[in-house]
């Protein structure tokens, strides 16, 4: 699910690296860059908020990690945001991580992922829509729910 590193990714995340205490422990940390959606147009738009400071979480589908437990999000980890072009825009910080039923988020948590019209209906619209395209998505399936701030840009 994470994106191969790229020249322009590791130049962000050296430049990040300078403004931390001990930058030659986050040079040779191995950072993992993603971006959000399955769209280049998803991806831009999402990113754009967080920039913009209105999405703060996100969440995804537990199945969709295929069992890959090195890629699990998890409390203090730093990671590389890009756009729908793979160019690096920010480092961010996951600081709330929890496993919840898709239909057991709450309004509150819709509302940090700063889309459409910030109501939880459009919120569990959209993501129904986005989490259809893994076969046979119901809505007691396990999500990731995750909040974030963002550390560098």
């Known amino acids: 699910m994470g994106l ?4 322009d990714m ?13 930058p030659s422990y986050w040079k040779r ?4 860059a993603w971006s959000f959606g399955n769209t280049k147009e998803l991806a831009d738009s999402l990113c754009d ?7 703060t979480a996100t969440c995804s589908l537990l199945r969709a990690y295929k069992g890959e437990e090195d ?4 409390v203090g980890l730093y990671s590389l945001l890009c756009d729908g072009d ?4 920010a480092v961010i910080l996951l600081k709330k991580c929890s496993l919840e039923k898709f239909d057991d988020i709450s309004p509150e948590f819709a509302r ?3 889309e459409g019209d910030l109501s939880y209906e459009y919120w569990r619209k959209a993501h129904i829509e986005f989490f259809s395209q893994y076969e046979g998505f119901h809505e007691e399936d396990l999500v990731i729910c995750e909040e974030f701030e ?4």
């Open 10 to 22: 590791d130049r962000f995340w050296k430049a990040f690296s300078e403004t931390m205490e001990e």
């Open 112 to 114: 940090l992922e700063g």
């Open 49 to 55: 908020l967080v920039l913009e400071g209105k999405k």
């Open 86 to 89: 793979n160019s690096p825009k």
């Open 150 to 153: 963002v550390i560098y840009t």
């Open 29 to 32: 940390f191995n950072y993992y």
């Open 4 to 7: 191969s590193h790229t020249p």
């Open 71 to 74: 890629e699990l999000p998890r």
